[in-house]
């Protein structure tokens, strides 16, 4: 299973943008980029994932970059309750692989 | 439309006790995958149950041991729990589509103390 490298914290103010970068070099042509959320101990909420194509949901946005070696999560208007630890996952065969995540601190 | 569910919430054994989590899968969904997630790291895959087998198994001795019920719920049992068992367990479901798994959901996991 590939492997992803996110930055271990990011801090965003509220009302702005909080764009989270994944580096996945080595995923293959048929892994997906899922990404999921963790507040406080909760279980991981799913937020969006892609193949190829940039996609957009009522969460959040994900870019791909052409070589599909990097990605980057969009949230576009950070609120306080966006504090958590996001998960950038390459899903193998049916197997998802979580890092370490960002944790994204959104301060007022 | 019910979610992921587990039981217990919490639960505190000691060492070299047997321990059993349920876990019952959002409704339509097949497929259950069990994670144990130490504090301060990620979710760390244990393996998944599909059609009652166990189809994919991580790096976890074999005291880990699960089942799948008919009904797609499942369980987690853990054998001779050590310290390092202490750890919050979550369960994920999803559907199995042609040959492929979709989108995992979580629920909102078994805190396990070892004592």
């Known amino acids: 299973d590939a492997k992803t490298t996110q930055p271990p914290s990011m801090d965003c103010a509220e009302g702005r943008a909080a764009n989270l970068p994944c580096n996945h070099s080595t995923i293959s042509g048929n892994e997906y980029v899922y990404w999921y959320r963790q507040i406080h101990s909760q279980g991981p909420q799913y937020i969006i994932h892609g193949l190829k194509n940039n996609e957009t949901n009522e969460m959040a946005s994900l870019i791909i970059t052409e070589d599909r070696k990097s990605s980057t999560l969009i949230l576009p208007h950070a609120t306080l309750r966006d504090t958590a630890v996001y998960y950038c996952i390459v899903r193998g065969f049916n197997k998802f692989y979580f890092g370490s995540g960002t944790k994204l601190n959104v301060k007022p | 439309d019910a979610g992921v569910t587990q039981s217990p919430t919490h639960l505190i054994k000691t060492r070299g006790q047997q321990v059993t989590l349920r876990c019952s899968p959002k409704?339509?969904?097949?497929?259950v995958s069990w994670y144990q997630q130490a504090l301060g790291q990620g979710p760390q895959f244990i393996f998944q149950?599909?059609?009652?087998?166990?189809?994919q198994r991580g790096n976890f001795p074999d005291r880990f041991s699960g089942h799948q019920f008919p009904n797609y719920s499942s369980e987690l049992n853990v054998n001779a729990l050590l310290l390092g068992d202490s750890a919050l367990y979550l369960c994920?479901?999803?559907?199995?589509?042609?040959?492929?798994?979709?989108?995992?959901?979580f629920g909102p996991g078994t805190r396990l103390l070892v004592l």
């Open positions: 149950y599909y059609e009652e087998e166990e189809r």
């Open positions: 409704s339509g969904h097949d497929t």
């Open positions: 994920a479901s999803s559907l199995a589509t042609g040959g492929r798994w979709e989108t995992q959901y």
